[in-house]
Structure formats: structure tokens, C-alpha cells
């Protein structure tokens, strides 16, 4: 089974540009989350998406933040205009169903705003 | 809103050796998460926890829950450099019907010494 994929891997931009990321949950999972990890922290929730609906966007900026899922498959997290504390690995995981046990999480984007 | 702590931050341990890193949480729970990050890579899911008195051993890891005191732990046995890594214990908060969110804590970054 293909595990989360993620891409770019890596992005270097300067502040107040745009950036995209892209993830690829695993197939047959329902539920989708984006995470915001900055150095030396552990991930913070920023959405969570159940097919293609949004459950969770608390903690997502929306000023500058948004993400969507279209087709309850895979989904692009934006920023736009981007700022210097957005600099973090952007982790995306999935779940197959909420009640499931395990969450699978994908490489990461790591972000570099200067 | 659950907090998660761990303790301590920063462990350097010499292989042979024995220590424990402790998670405690502010808000109960029914599920608790161990997860492994290896420098520039993802989460590795080590442990779920689901009850209280809950005991999980892989090779030289044991994690354990009481719910009671809302507090895990995980066991390093004989410690060897393979082991490290930040580990990061995480708390599911269940918001009722599809809702739930991953808290994570703060990680302990465990350097094992020859």
C-alpha cells in the first residue's frame, strides 16, 4: 500500500510571495489533515478535511491560509501572501475513517521564507 | 484546551542505559500516541495507547498509560544510538462526530553516546 505522498519536498521563497503544496493521502482514506510543524515544536493541527467537507479549520490562518479537497482525494494547502514565521514542515497524514486508530503521516514540505 | 507536556526536552544518554521520558496532559482522553521523528524525515507511529493500565513493548521501547494520573511514559531499555531521534507523545481530543484532533507535545530529543 502507497504510503501519504507529499510534494515539493522543499521550497525556498521570499516573503509576501505565493506557495502551494500537494498531498496524496492514502487511497480509501476519508479523513485528511494538514499540520504546521516549526523547529524545535511538535505539529500543530491547522485542518482536517472528512472526504471533501471541512471539519477543522481553527487553527488555520485565514487570512493568508486556505486549503481545499475537491474531489475527497487529494488536496493543495496555499499561502499567499507568505511571511517569515511560515517558515516549518508542512505535514500532511491521513486517516481511513475518524474512529480508525492509526494516523499516517507523509514526508513533509519543508518551507524556507526569507 | 488540552495541553500536552513532556519531560524532559533534551536527553543524553549513554548505551547500556536505562531512562524514561514522561507525557502528561491536561484534559482526559482515551488515546494516546507515541510517534518517532528521525532528523528531516516524517512521523513514525511507534505506540497506541487506548485504555488505562495500557502496556506496549517494541524491542527496546515500552510505552505505558494511566489514565488516572493522565500521564505515558516511555521505557528505554539498554539504550543503543539507533534509538536516536525526538520522540513525541500526542493526546486525541474527540470534538463528537467526525471531529478529533492530534495535540502533540513538545518532543524529547534522546541522543544515545557510545
Known amino acids: 500500500e502507497a504510503g501519504v505522498a507529499q510534494s515539493p519536498r522543499y521550497k525556498i521563497i521570499e516573503k509576501r510571495q505565493s506557495v502551494a503544496f500537494w498531498c496524496n493521502p492514502i487511497?480509501?482514506?476519508?479523513?485528511l489533515y494538514w499540520y504546521q510543524q516549526i523547529l524545535g515544536q511538535g505539529p500543530k493541527l491547522l485542518i482536517q478535511f472528512q472526504n471533501n467537507g471541512v471539519v477543522d479549520d481553527s487553527q488555520l490562518p485565514k487570512d493568508r491560509f486556505s486549503a481545499e479537497r475537491l474531489k475527497g482525494v487529494d488536496s493543495t494547502l496555499k499561502i499567499q501572501p507568505a511571511k517569515l514565521e511560515d517558515s516549518a514542515v508542512y505535514l500532511c497524514?491521513?486517516?481511513?475513517?475518524?474512529?480508525?486508530?492509526?494516523?499516517?503521516f507523509g514526508p513533509g514540505t519543508r518551507l524556507t521564507v526569507t | 484546551e488540552l495541553k500536552v507536556e513532556q519531560n524532559p526536552l533534551f536527553l543524553s544518554m549513554q548505551e547500556g542505559k536505562n531512562y524514561t521520558i514522561y507525557c502528561n496532559y491536561s484534559t482526559t482522553s482515551d488515546r494516546l500516541y507515541w510517534y518517532r521523528q528521525d532528523p528531516g524525515k516524517s512521523l513514525e507511529s511507534l505506540f497506541v495507547?487506548?485504555?488505562?493500565?495500557a502496556v506496549k513493548q517494541e524491542g527496546r521501547l515500552m510505552a505505558s498509560l494511566d489514565t488516572k494520573a493522565r500521564l505515558s511514559t516511555l521505557h528505554i531499555t539498554a539504550a543503543v544510538h539507533d534509538l536516536s531521534a525526538t520522540y513525541f507523545c500526542a493526546v486525541l481530543m474527540n470534538y463528537g462526530g467526525a471531529t478529533n484532533k492530534l495535540i502533540f507535545g513538545t518532543g524529547t530529543l534522546l541522543a544515545v553516546q557510545p
Open positions: 497524514a491521513s486517516r481511513r475513517q475518524p474512529s480508525s486508530y492509526e494516523q499516517y
Open positions: 487511497s480509501g482514506h476519508a479523513t
Open positions: 495507547l487506548l485504555s488505562n493500565g
